[in-house]
């Protein structure tokens, strides 16, 4: 019972972390039409792919134990 909690856990950091990294990539867009052009956007690209990999993180072996 407690592997499921930690299972909870660990899943809802790696989304909240992916959603920071959401936010960071929107803001990071729109300074890039104003502030950096060619870095703004390719930072917020970076940050598009991380947070991806954050959403879609794989769960530990424990998770999958019955």
């Excluded at 052009?37 to 954050?54: E, H, K, Q, R």
Aim: proline share 5%; charged share 5%.
């Amino acid at each position: 019972m407690m592997a499921n909690l930690n299972c909870y856990a660990a899943r809802g950091i790696n989304i909240i972390i992916g959603l920071f990294f959401v936010f960071m990539a929107i803001l990071l867009f729109f300074t890039g039409f104003s502030f950096l052009p060619i870095i703004g956007f390719f930072l917020a690209f970076a940050a598009v792919y991380i947070s991806y990999l954050f959403m879609v993180a794989p769960r530990d072996r424990i998770c999958f134990l019955p």
